[in-house]
């Protein structure tokens, strides 16, 4: 059995079946984990997770800030935004169960054997891989709770943009989805800042430091996505950069979790 964790796909359902395809991969004896972002800006969203919910228990992800705002915007709590293409699953007959099956997913997948861990953006170098876990339950315990729309609505915004083990309610919850599902730089106090998205060598802003620079070292090791412009660089064998821009005309990644060897496919 071998386990592999893929990069974003956005919909990019061509790519990603030749990419499985490549490692021989065959959901009745080997895992796929996704570190989120399915769908969104892609051309497949409805085929790519109708695939993906065929691998049944073969398959795994934690959601990213695209799958959260699918999920908003099947609850009318967002408007559609055409580059997502979501209309195939906001006027379909399957609305519901793709409302029930985005909300049941977590933002943090471990694995406490192989101390291996996944999550879309990276975690708050103010938490401990203990505190993120709990603090990623919470949140889940929400979506999969009767009070998910209303969470929904206020999920939006920046602020808080510093953590604190006195925040509380939604505030709390905020700032635990901003920084699992968005998060790419870092002030040096820990304070969040979604103005940059460049590669860290193009940044235009000095002060600001990329998330896992302030990670400290451990002895679990992290994959995520989100970040399309680093293709993969973080210099650290400890923290694993997996999107590498499919939908933006790249590259389709995957790594195997037992020997970390990259496969990767290029994008249609």
């Not at 103010?126 to 709770?145: G, H, I, K, P, Y």
């Amino acid at each position: 059995m071998a386990r592999y964790i893929i990069g974003d796909i956005h919909a990019c359902l061509a790519p990603l079946k030749r990419l499985l395809a490549a490692v021989d991969f065959n959901p009745r004896h080997d895992q796929l984990w996704s570190v989120g972002d399915l769908i969104g800006r892609g051309p497949e969203p409805l085929a790519t997770l109708e695939y993906l919910v065929e691998l049944g228990p073969a398959f795994q992800c934690v959601l990213g800030n695209h799958d959260l705002h699918a999920l908003a915007v099947l609850c009318d709590v967002r408007p559609a935004n055409r580059n997502d293409n979501t209309h195939a699953l906001r006027e379909g007959s399957d609305r519901d169960f793709w409302i029930q099956w985005l909300r049941r997913h977590p933002l943090l997948i471990t694995d406490p054997e192989r101390l291996q861990l996944i999550v879309h953006a990276g975690l708050h170098p103010a938490w401990t891989v203990e505190m993120a876990q709990s603090c990623a339950r919470d949140v889940e315990t929400t979506l999969r709770s009767s009070n998910f729309v209303s969470f929904l609505e206020r999920m939006y915004g920046n602020e808080p943009s510093q953590w604190s083990d006195s925040l509380y309610g939604v505030e709390r919850a905020r700032f635990i989805v901003n920084a699992m599902t968005r998060m790419r730089y870092l002030h040096a106090d820990g304070q969040l800042d979604f103005d940059q998205k460049e590669h860290p060598s193009h940044c235009s802003q000095p002060d600001v430091i990329p998330w896992f620079e302030l990670w400290p070292q451990s002895p679990w090791t992290i994959f995520f996505g989100h970040w399309a412009a680093l293709q993969g660089e973080t210099h650290r064998a400890d923290i694993r950069a997996l999107d590498t821009g499919c939908v933006w005309g790249e590259q389709l990644t995957l790594i195997n979790a037992e020997t970390l060897e990259l496969t990767q496919v290029s994008a249609d």
